[in-house]
């Protein structure tokens, strides 16, 4: 199973922009899906999440302005980033939840990262 993040850049503030990830491999099923971000010197947190029957949830910094959806015949989740402020730029990372054989174990997965940097 691989998660393939893309759609990051460079942007002027107030700016946007749309990552996607798709997961590919040999799956079962493919549940709870969302983004993540790390700027330098800290944590990597929580953006937004999706669930398989489309219900959201969002951190405090990214309501109103981040949109996530995903489209389940694609394998792939969306992040649609609106009035991007300087302090988004970070490495954001997707997640996946991931059933997968033989067992049919639930497991998660991250995709490589991609850069947003958004100047002000």
């Known amino acids: 199973v691989q998660l393939q993040a893309s759609g990051g850049g460079l942007v002027q503030a107030g700016g946007s922009l749309r990552l996607s990830c798709l997961a590919s491999g040999n799956m079962i099923s493919l549940n709870l899906m969302g983004w993540y971000r790390q700027a330098p010197e800290k944590q990597r947190e929580l953006v937004a999440t999706?669930?398989?029957?489309?219900?959201?949830n969002y951190t405090d910094s990214a309501k109103g302005r981040f949109t996530i959806s995903r489209d389940n015949a694609k394998n792939t989740v969306y992040l649609q980033m609106n009035s991007l402020k300087p302090e988004d730029t970070a490495v954001y990372y997707c997640?996946?939840?991931?059933?997968?054989?033989?067992?049919?174990?639930?497991?998660?997965?991250w995709g490589q990262g991609t850069l947003v940097t958004v100047s002000s």
């Open positions: 997640m996946a939840r991931i059933q997968t054989p033989p067992r049919s174990n639930y497991n998660y997965y």
């Open positions: 999706i669930t398989s029957s489309g219900s959201t």
